[in-house]
């Protein structure tokens, strides 16, 4: 069955620091990936998406990349932290045909 | 034109009641309409979900009506349990296989 892991769960960073937040997904191929944000009582707002090794999407302009450097592995990361970085990560996965399944996410905080 | 609007923003009902969530989109390209449910530092899972050459799609006590000429699709919880309270995010997919979420909806289930 196809699972998707998501690390750390939380996380407490100083401002300037650096990020990384890895997610992979287990149990199918050439999925599409996706990481999310989700400020605090509000939506969800699409940060990256990639639809295949080295192909990333910017939805938003910010201080956050993304890489994917393999099939299933997706890494978002800072080199400098922001206050206004805070928030609840996710990462999701879907392939053709299929709606996107979510991580449990990843409480970050800046502090 | 990517917005799915989503009202209310919170949702109070007494157990055994009819919960109902709307939705509204602009972009007639999207062709997949999920909804989530989010429990408190959790990611969201998958509920139910609807294309729109179809009206109403029923799974237990969660049905979505779909009107594709009005744009418009609503989920609709019967006998509303405590256990279902909950943040709901209604979603549409995009071509690229992205979702585009409302801003969600709080639902609090008195007993």
């Known amino acids: 069955s196809q699972t998707i892991h998501q690390w750390p769960a939380t996380l407490v960073q100083p401002v300037g620091s650096p990020l990384s937040l890895e997610c992979t997904v287990e149990?199918?191929?050439?999925?599409?990936l996706y990481w999310y944000r989700q400020a605090a009582g509000r939506g969800l707002q699409l940060l990256f998406y990639?639809?295949?090794?080295?192909?990333i999407s910017s939805e938003v302009p910010q201080n956050l990349s993304a890489s994917r450097p393999q099939d299933r592995q997706f890494i978002l990361s800072s080199k400098k932290l922001l206050l206004s970085d805070s928030g609840f990560y996710l990462c999701?996965?879907?392939?053709?045909?299929?709606?996107?399944?979510f991580g449990q996410g990843t409480r970050l905080t800046v502090v | 034109q990517q917005q799915v609007k989503q009202s209310p923003q919170s949702l109070i009902v007494q157990k055994g009641g009819i919960s109902i969530i709307n939705c509204a989109y602009e972009?007639?390209?999207?062709?997949?309409f999920p909804w989530y449910q989010q429990f408190p530092g959790k990611g969201p899972a998958l509920l139910i979900a609807?294309?729109?050459?179809?009206s109403e799609k029923k799974e237990g006590r969660f049905t979505i009506s779909f009107n594709k000429s009005a744009k418009q699709f609503s989920l609709h919880i019967m006998d509303s349990q405590p256990g279902d309270s909950a943040t709901y995010f209604c979603?549409?997919?995009?071509?690229?296989?992205?979702?585009?979420f409302g801003k969600g909806t709080k639902l609090s289930v008195k007993p």
């Open positions: 999701a996965w879907s392939v053709l045909g299929v709606v996107a399944f």
């Open positions: 149990g199918t191929s050439n999925p599409n």
């Open positions: 990639s639809v295949g090794i080295g192909q």
């Open positions: 972009n007639t390209a999207f062709d997949y």
């Open positions: 609807i294309r729109p050459d179809v």
């Open positions: 979603a549409a997919r995009g071509s690229q296989g992205n979702l585009i």
